[in-house]
């Protein structure tokens, strides 16, 4: 252990911890821009670039960056002298000197940690003046680059390089030149981008921000010849509330549904019913699929991978086209909804899908991209037309002048608004799998299954393995959420050593809960095991946990689909993937 004084408080770190660990411990805030620590997850960005950290060290002529400073037994540290504040002042001001001065109209504004250090640290004014570093501005369907507000902290870099694997953003150049890009500083959306978004999820300032829907929504709400159609994710409800105060892991449901309606969506239902039907198709697959297998028919493929998840999606298409025949062909529950919407629902309504207006609050950055794909889309005609996120939806709530916090519960509509607790844990990763475990187990067995919680496909371990037995079969599941895991996976099924029957993949850090359309988490773990709670405790209250006990899913097969697999389901909720 390392003795250490931080501001006359004394303690013992273990050797390798920075100075910055021993201030947590010892409650001492040491301001930071740059550092990304993943916790548990294990990446961290320790650039040590933005210098906004620097503390005294005794017996040391420099300041030493407290993120990237080793603790040395007996050290004594000052974090608040004339020197140090004057030094972080000064970087302040360096970066301010190079940064638009267009905070009232950034996305960013109220979410921006540049602007809470430049409060904190009450600059009024910019000492330094000179050229700005400009760069053309790049937007993507789902996210904008504006690298005029970057100040290369390089956060991005280690979300998309070492957590996702994806290698899309790096710093090139140098000096006044330098700027984080793509390859050959392409566009987001001509390179391999899976639009998952956690670049976003941790950019300090507005260089990475989602690209914004809003008003298109308004203008559709005030089009008196649309009906307008909601529905929401199963992860939104557990984070929205953190928009307007409300504590870290309470579900918002009923007060979601409240907003909604006052905001003027005629109909307001739920991607949850969705995930119910997807179970159905998904978890129908998979049955075909296994029973295939052990008949001894070789043409088939396991495991079979889930694809509801849009930037694993892309992942897959971009990085292992050669496994394309992998993950399941069911839509994503998002897209299932808004092609039922526009066809089941619409024929209920006696109105053509054109005049229907699907709108999806995600979590999710890469939704925006999967609604704009030309397979889910009927000539030309969206299933889903806009999609928002949990943000721009706490902002739409917020211009629509409605007071969040004083609203009722209020229940969805009926009929695509009904679900199970099966369909809400589809938010937290191992949730899709569970649900499908829980119907798969029942349909396949023809037995009740009792104990509906899989603990074993829970928690935040990035990997997650579980044996489960259904009837005589005892099957191999595997769950990864990072896109980083997910590459080990798929590199094991392609050498062919993959010991699992179904994998479950979320691109993000906890599954949905961790989206990049959420409320920032900026790698807090604590925060996403919070939103994860509020998921399964919404699944307990549920009165059906199963996706096959959901009535209004079996009226939806009696009506209109038939049964799982038909061709009318083929047709609506199935899709295929593309090199
Ligand atoms: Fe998800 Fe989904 S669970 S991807 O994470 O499957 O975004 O919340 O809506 O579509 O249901 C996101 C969340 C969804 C979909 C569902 C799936
Ligand atoms: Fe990388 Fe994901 Fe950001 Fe694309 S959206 S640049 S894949 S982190």
Redesign the pocket.
């Known amino acids: 252990m390392m003795n250490i004084t931080i501001d006359g408080k004394a303690t013992q770190v273990p050797a390798g911890s920075t100075i910055l660990d021993a201030a947590k411990k010892l409650d001492v805030h040491i301001p930071t821009l740059c550092f990304l620590q993943m916790d548990e997850m294990k990446f961290n960005n320790m650039t040590a670039s933005c210098r906004i950290c620097v503390v005294e060290v005794e017996k040391r002529r420099n300041l030493a960056p407290a993120c990237a400073t080793p603790v040395m037994d007996g050290m004594v540290v000052k974090t608040n002298t004339i020197r140090v504040l004057n030094a972080r002042r000064s970087v302040l001001e360096l970066m301010l000197s190079d940064h638009p001065k267009d905070c009232l109209v950034c996305a960013k504004s109220g979410n921006c940690e540049l602007q809470d250090l430049a409060e904190a640290f009450d600059i009024r004014e910019i000492g330094v003046s000179g050229a700005m570093s400009t760069y053309r501005r790049d937007a993507s369907p789902a996210i904008i680059r504006d690298m005029d507000k970057c100040i290369l902290c390089r956060r991005c870099e280690t979300m998309c390089n070492d957590v996702q694997t994806c290698g899309i953003l790096s710093g090139v150049d140098r000096g006044f030149n330098a700027v984080v890009a793509p390859p050959f500083e392409m566009n987001l959306e001509d390179s391999a981008c899976t639009f998952c978004g956690q670049c976003a999820a941790v950019c300090p300032v507005g260089a990475l921000v989602e690209r914004d829907h809003t008003w298109d929504v308004v203008t559709a709400l005030a089009d008196p010849e649309k009906v307008t159609v909601v529905q929401t994710?199963?992860?939104?409800r557990a984070a929205l509330g953190e928009e307007f105060g409300i504590e870290a892991g309470t579900s918002v449901t009923g007060k979601m549904v409240a907003a909604l309606r006052q905001i003027g969506f005629d109909h307001v239902f739920d991607?949850?019913f969705?995930?119910d039907l997807?179970i159905m198709e998904e978890g129908s697959e998979f049955l075909d699929r296994l029973t295939r297998h052990l008949d001894g028919d070789t043409s088939v493929k396991l495991p079979i991978m889930?694809s509801?998840?849009?930037a694993w999606v892309k992942f897959f298409e971009h990085q292992f086209p050669d496994l394309l025949d992998v993950p399941s062909t069911a839509k994503?529950?998002?897209?299932?909804?808004g092609a039922v919407a526009k066809s089941y629902y619409a024929e209920l309504l006696g109105i053509p899908r054109e005049k229907m207006v699907v709108v999806?609050i995600?979590?999710?950055l890469?939704?925006k991209y999967e609604c704009s794909r030309p397979e889910f889309m009927v000539d030309g005609n969206p299933d889903v037309d806009i999609t928002l996120s949990t943000r721009e939806l706490a902002r739409l709530i917020k211009l629509m002048n409605i007071e969040f916090n004083a609203l009722p519960d209020e229940d969805f509509d009926a009929p695509l608004g009904y679900s199970t607790g099966a369909?809400v844990i589809?938010?937290v990763t191992g949730?899709?799998i569970e649900a499908a475990l829980r119907t798969a187990y029942e349909l396949h067995t023809g037995e009740k299954l009792d104990k509906v919680d899989f603990e074993d496909v829970r928690g935040m371990d990035g990997v997650k393995s579980a044996k489960v037995q259904v009837g005589s079969h005892t099957l191999n599941i595997g769950v990864a959420h990072k896109l980083g895991n997910a590459r080990k996976l798929l590199e094991e099924i392609r050498e062919g050593k993959s010991q699992y029957h179904a994998i479950e993949i979320?691109s993000?850090p906890g599954?949905?809960?961790g989206?990049g359309?959420q409320p920032y988490h900026h790698g807090d773990v604590e925060l996403l095991k919070k939103r994860t709670a509020a998921i399964y405790d919404e699944d307990l209250a549920k009165p059906e946990r199963k996706s096959h006990e959901n009535p209004y899913i079996v009226e939806l097969y009696e009506k209109y689909l038939g049964k799982p697999l038909s061709e009318k389901a083929h047709h609506l909720l199935h899709t295929h993937y593309f090199k």
């Open positions: 994710a199963p992860a939104v991607t949850d969705a995930a997807t889930t509801c998840c849009p994503s529950p998002m897209q299932m909804f999806s995600m979590p999710c890469a939704k369909a589809f938010g949730g899709v979320m993000c599954g949905c809960i989206g359309g």
